[in-house]
Each structure stands twice: as C-alpha cells, then as structure tokens.
T-cell receptor, first 110, second 114 residues
Framework: SQQGEEDPQALSIQEGENATMNCSYK?????LQWYRQNSGRGLVHLIL?????REKHSGRLRVTLDTSKKSSSLLITASRAADTASYFC??????????FGKGTLLTVNP | EADIYQTPRYLVIGTGKKITLECSQT?????MYWYQQDPGMELHLIHY???????EKGDLSSESTVSRIRTEHFPLTLESARPSHTSQYLC?????????????FGEGSRLTVL
C-alpha cells in the first residue's frame, strides 16, 4: 500500500500563524494531492503537485514534494479561523488511483 | 463547486434493513468511487467504476454492492445492514482524459445502524 501518513495528527494554532502539515508515502507516485474536509462534510481538492515538481503555490497554500524522501508538506500561511478543518494528503499511483492518509486536524483559534 | 449529490445525508435504521445510498453527478465523469470513512479516520476505497456496466471492488472489503447502469448514477446498496456498517460513506467522481486522479466529492451519507 502506498498510503499517505500525515503528521501531526492534530495541530492547534492562533489566527495569523502559519500551519505546516507533513505527509509521507511508501511507493512511487504520479502526483500527490491535498484535500480539506470540514467536519461532517465531503472532501474538497486544494492542490496537486506532480512527481516532477518540487514546489507549488496556490493563494495562501504552499506545497513541497521530496520524492527522494517520499514526503510532502502543506503550508497554510496567515491562517484564519475558517481554515479549521481536517487536511488529507492523497498519493496517486501509476493507475492514478488515490490512497488517502489519516489526516491532520487543524484548529485555528480566533 | 462540484456537481455531485448524495442522498440521504443522514440515515438511522435498524439491523437487517436493506438500504441504498444514492450518488449522482452532472459533470459527465466516467470514473466514480465510493469511500468509507469512520470519524477522524482515513478514507478507504470500497468500490469504483470506470464507466457504465463497469464496477470493481476497492482496497477495503465491503458487504455492500454497487451498480453503474447510467454514467451519472452510482448507487450503493446494503442488503442487510448491521451495526458494523455504521460509518460515513463518501461518493466521488473524477475527470476523464486528464489522468490526474483529482476527485470531486459529494457531501457524504452518514449511516447509523442500531
């Protein structure tokens, strides 16, 4: 299994601070994706980074990918209370099927 | 915003009942998926379909069944529900032809079996 594993499992920060979440996976990938899930809702796609990319930005999101270490990180800058959610990484293998990690629960305190 | 809909959002039923969770998408996606997610846990793929009349079992064994008679519709059925089936079920679909694997999710169906 090339399951992603997020770290930390839970993160609590103050509004305005940056939040960093890490993800590790086991086998080679075509791309790695990050999703957000508000409590009791479905997942929403945030950002995708391909295996030949090292860094990608989208608004306040910054994703890095280190294929040699089989790891990725998601940075949310200047966090807001509305960023409170669970964040999942998902590894897309050779057949582009996604395998999800256990997620990081981010709490942003106002 | 993704055009993928799941009904019901919440369902509480007794043991032994037959249930069908509905999932429909209006984006014309060929690929559709069912994931099972317990609270605070990761998602597990239980079924997927790459087109009409195509269904496959996922990574997590499930007693549920699925059908894909129409492109837009991918219902999941439990013939005889048990308390161990209590979970959230998430339906998703993905674009055809781009091969990025990006998924669009419905809001989920939370099933409680008493």
């Amino acid at each position: 299994s090339q399951q992603g594993e997020e770290d930390p499992q839970a993160l609590s920060i103050q509004e305005g601070e940056n939040a960093t979440m890490n993800c590790s996976y086991k086998t080679s990938i075509n791309n790695l994706q990050w999703y957000r899930q508000n409590s009791g809702r479905g997942l929403v796609h945030l950002i995708l980074i391909r295996s030949n990319e090292r860094e990608k930005h989208s608004g306040r999101l910054r994703v890095t990918l280190d294929t040699s270490k089989k790891s990725s990180s998601l940075l949310i800058t200047a966090s807001r209370a509305a960023d409170t959610a669970s964040y999942f990484c998902a590894a897309a293998g050779s057949n582009y099927k996604l395998t999800f990690g256990k997620g990081t629960l981010l709490t942003v305190n106002p | 915003e993704a055009d993928i809909y799941q009904t019901p959002r919440y369902l509480v039923i007794g043991t032994g009942k037959k249930i069908t969770l509905e999932c429909s998408q209006t984006m014309g996606h060929d690929k559709m998926y069912w994931y099972q997610q317990d609270p605070g846990m990761e998602l597990h793929l239980i079924h997927y379909s790459y087109g009409v009349n195509s269904t496959e079992k996922g990574d997590l064994s499930s007693e549920s069944t699925v059908s894909r008679i129409r492109t837009e519709h991918f219902p999941l059925t439990l013939e005889s529900a048990r308390p161990s089936h209590t979970s959230q079920y998430l339906c998703a679909s993905s674009l055809s032809g781009t091969n990025t694997g990006e998924l669009f999710f419905g809001e989920g169906s939370r099933l409680t079996v008493l």
